[in-house]
């Protein structure tokens, strides 16, 4: 009966340290292109988190993970969860194709109005 008892709580140990990340990573842009449907965005890449539209131009916005930390400290033991970094990311959508997209921020970009 003991026996169990190491079992129930191993596995109840072990299953807090299996953190897993959740979300899709920004390399989910790869496999976007200009010209593409918005319909292909959305297979490709996923339900956006947040939509915007103004004068026939449609922003489709996804919240991606940049960066996932593993490094273990040693003041945690290892049971720590990584350290996720995200960012905003955009495709912006006119006549129904994907005209352009990158992260919010690069090369000036942003959708805020004018």
Do not use: H, Q
């Not at 129930?8 to 593409?36: E, F, H, Q, R, Y």
């Not at 449609?58 to 040693?74: A, F, H």
């Amino acid at each position: 009966m003991n026996k169990y008892y190491f079992y129930i709580l191993l596995v109840t140990l072990l299953s807090g340290c299996a953190a897993v990340p959740v979300g899709k990573k920004s390399d989910a842009l790869n496999n976007v292109s200009v010209g593409m449907a918005k319909s292909e965005v959305i297979s490709t890449v996923g339900v956006p988190s947040r939509v915007s539209a103004k004068e026939g131009v449609e922003y489709l916005i996804y919240r991606l993970i940049d960066d996932i930390d593993y490094t273990v400290s040693s003041l945690t033991l290892g049971v720590a969860p990584p350290e996720i970094t995200k960012s905003d990311y955009f495709i912006k959508i006119t006549g129904g194709k994907v005209t352009s997209f990158g992260k919010i921020g690069d090369f000036g970009t942003s959708i805020e109005s004018k």
